[in-house]
């Protein structure tokens, strides 16, 4: 019989006895298999056991909680990278997603800065319970909103947001402290000069690096401050930027930041496709947003089914997801913003609210998946998990 081709690759007679006998032993993968199967586990592994090393006070409404790995490796990801933390607070378990605040070069930690959202369950918790020392267990870094150089240009306008500065402090880290060819233009929109986070250091490589430029937009600035006001919006943006061809734009921040200045950026004339975004959560006033039946209130509470349980009560102002984990009924979930899938239920009966935009798969829509994390029940539902 004639040789195949691929029998006179280097290592072919190797592979070909190892899995000989990995299969006269039962087994159903070589060595070399499992060998890039722990190489991938170590990369991109799903849970990680941190420590808290130390807390830095930002603002009065922001710390940074520095994390060092309990085993000592932490596995590499990419600036605007983040981790969710999965933790138990008053019988709920639960899990938020923190954009890595440190940059990628740094590998003896992972920084993440939180900001406190009143009444939020775990900003608070983060904040005021946790000190150093504490263990927290989180997922490996993941997400989307990331440079790649082969689709962004070399210079990237970054629009955020309050907390959603946090990823472009890691982009503005590495590129000055690895000397990267990129240019950033960084537009910060923050209520007061107070509540900016990383103002200082910002400014300071703004004035030391030509390739960092920082426009901070104060939306209620003091009297003697004489920066942009406001909102970041097409004209704040054209005032600085000479033109939109040679840039990619990136937006990050509350679903409110989102939802202002994508227009404006594509008033600019930028395609939608040249806009990166990253969503901080839900939005909180679900009811503002087109398409949502007028006849609900927030508060209005419906019934969920799920299996042959009893019901629960969720409110129509509350993510299906945040529901369920009050309830003990745990789902996986990793972004909370309706990007990684994780969290798909299938609808049986009743109707879920989805903001526009939300990326569902078109078989998913088809077959009557959602993502919980951005559905909000606007009738009793039975739901398949
Ligand atoms: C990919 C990703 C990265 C993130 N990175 C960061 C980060 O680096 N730093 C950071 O501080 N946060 C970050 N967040 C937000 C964070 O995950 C939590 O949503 C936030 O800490 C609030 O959680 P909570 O449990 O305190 O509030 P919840 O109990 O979940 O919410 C309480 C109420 O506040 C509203 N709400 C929730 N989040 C916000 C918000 N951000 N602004 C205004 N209202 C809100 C809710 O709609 C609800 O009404 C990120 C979110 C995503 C999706
Ligand atoms: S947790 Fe990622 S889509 Fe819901």
């Known amino acids: 019989m004639r040789k195949g081709i691929w029998q006179e690759f280097d290592g072919y007679q190797d592979i070909a006895e190892e899995i000989k006998v990995s299969r006269k032993l039962g087994g159903t993968a070589s060595a070399a298999v499992i060998a890039a199967e722990e ?14 090393s130390d807390i830095i006070e930002e603002t009065p409404s922001t710390k940074t909680l520095r994390l060092v790995s309990k085993d000592n490796y932490l596995p590499p990801f990419l600036a605007g990278q983040y981790i969710a933390l999965f933790l138990e607070i008053g019988g709920i378990r639960t899990s938020r997603p923190y954009s890595i605040s440190s940059q990628p070069n740094q590998v003896g930690y992972y920084d993440i800065t939180i900001r406190r959202v009143e009444n939020g369950l775990v900003s608070n918790y983060l904040l005021d319970e946790v000190k150093r020392g504490d263990a927290l267990i989180s997922s490996g870094p993941a997400g989307n909103f990331y440079f790649n150089p082969l689709i962004h240009k070399k210079t990237t306008v970054c629009i955020a947001g309050g907390s959603g500065i946090t990823p472009f402090m890691s982009m503005i880290r590495q590129i000055v402290e690895c000397g990267l060819d990129r240019t950033v233009y960084l537009f910060y929109g923050s209520k007061t000069a107070d509540d900016t986070i990383f103002g200082d250091e910002i400014t300071r490589l703004a004035e030391r690096f030509e390739n960092i430029h920082y ?12 920066g942009a006001c406001g909102f970041i919006t097409r004209q704040v943006l054209r005032e600085v930027l000479e033109n939109i061809e040679d840039k990619s734009f990136f937006i990050c921040g509350p679903q409110g930041l989102y939802d202002f200045c994508l227009p404006q950026v594509q008033d600019l ?11 901080y959560g839900a939005p909180p006033n679900i009811q503002e947003y087109p398409g949502w039946p007028a006849d609900i209130h927030p508060e209005d509470a419906f019934s969920v089914s799920v299996r042959n349980g ?19 009924i745990r789902l996986p979930s990793l972004c909370r913003s309706g990007e990684c899938s994780m969290c798909r239920v299938k609808i049986l009966s009743g109707k879920v609210y989805q903001p526009a935009g939300v990326p569902v798969r078109k078989s998913d829509r088809q077959f009557g998946y959602v993502h919980s994390c951005m559905a909000f029940p606007i009738s009793d539902l039975e739901v398949l998990i």
């Open 310 to 328: 009893k019901p629960i009560k969720a409110r129509a102002g509350e993510t299906l997801l945040s529901a369920l984990e009050k309830n003990e």
């Open 215 to 226: 426009i901070p937009v104060i939306e209620e600035p003091a009297e003697e401050y004489d």
């Open 39 to 52: 190489y991938i586990r170590q990369l991109h592994p799903e849970r990680l056991e941190l420590y808290v």
């Open 269 to 279: 004339g930028v395609p939608r496709r040249k806009i990166k975004q990253e969503m």
